[in-house]
Nanobody, 120 residues
Framework: QLQASGGGLVQAGGSLRLSCAAS????????MGWFRQAPGKEREFVAV????????YSETSMKGRITISRDNAKNTVDLQMNSLKPEDTAVYYC???????????????WGQGTQVTVSS
C-alpha cells in the first residue's frame, strides 16, 4: 500500500514537498516514483528513482524544478517541487514497480493520489 501526502494549495512560485509512505511489503528493492494527472488529461510521468538511488526525470514536465529522493529504511519516497506553476496543478500519484519506466501501465502499485493546486 502506498500513501501519498503533502499536497495542497500554493501560489505560483511556491514549493511543496510530497511524501509517499509504503506499507504492507518491503519496497526498498522496487522502483518508486511519481506520476500526475491534470483534469481532462492523461497520466503523465514526473520522476522515478531506483532502489540504488538512480533518478530519472521527465524531460518535459517540471524539469529542473523537482528533486526525487527515497529512504529505503523508512520505505518512503519524496518529491520536492519548487517554482511551481499553475500548469502543475494535478493529482500526484505515488507508484512502485519492478522496472524503471515512464509508462504508467508498467507500475502495478499506485497510491491514492494527493491534490496539488497552484494558483496564479
Amino acid at each position: 500500500q502506498l500513501q501519498a501526502s503533502g499536497g495542497g494549495l500554493v501560489q505560483a512560485g511556491g514549493s511543496l514537498r510530497l511524501s509517499c509512505a509504503a506499507s504492507g511489503r518491503t519496497f526498498s528493492r522496487y522502483v518508486m516514483g511519481w506520476f500526475r494527472q491534470a483534469p481532462g488529461k492523461e497520466r503523465e510521468f514526473v520522476a522515478v528513482i531506483t532502489w540504488g538511488g538512480t533518478s530519472t526525470y521527465s524531460e518535459t514536465s517540471m524539469k529542473g524544478r523537482i528533486t526525487i529522493s527515497r529512504d529505503n529504511a523508512k520505505n518512503t519516497v519524496d518529491l520536492q517541487m519548487n517554482s511551481l506553476k499553475p500548469e502543475d496543478t494535478a493529482v500526484y500519484y505515488c507508484v512502485a514497480g519492478f522496472v524503471l519506466s515512464t509508462t504508467p501501465s508498467t507500475y502495478p502499485y499506485w497510491g491514492q493520489g494527493t491534490q496539488v493546486t497552484v494558483s496564479s
